[in-house]
């Protein structure tokens, strides 16, 4: 399982991020480029919007159940992520670097 702190410290440790609270005290977005890559949940049930290629976001929905079409989000490319769920902690982790990297077109950590 993994922690919002967690959470938080990965996608602060990406080059360029910044962290803003555009919409309320609860949900702090993660941006690079001016662009977000991460919406963070911050009522439970703890999840994440991360960004994916339509096709992965499809297949990630398929494979596991914790992982439902983006919640407020574009369906085709965003993907809402339970964090109290059995998915790995180095999926999660991934998922979020592969959205960091979407967005980030700039240069690829």
Do not use: L
């Given at each position: 399982?993994?922690?919002i702190e967690d959470i938080r410290n990965f996608c602060l440790s990406l080059p360029e991020v910044e962290e803003t609270f555009p919409f309320d005290e609860e949900t702090p977005i993660?941006?690079?480029q001016n662009k977000m890559f991460l919406l963070l949940n911050l009522d439970p049930p703890y999840s994440i919007n991360i960004k994916c290629e339509p096709e992965r976001a499809i297949d990630l929905r398929e494979r596991?159940?914790?992982?439902?079409?983006?919640?407020?989000m574009n369906k085709k490319h965003w993907n809402t992520v339970y964090l109290d769920s059995t998915i790995p902690r180095k999926d999660i982790f991934?998922?979020?670097e592969d959205s960091y990297n979407l967005v980030n077109k700039k240069k690829k950590r």
């Open positions: 399982m993994v922690n993660y941006k690079v596991y159940e914790d992982v439902i079409p983006g919640y407020h991934s998922w979020i």
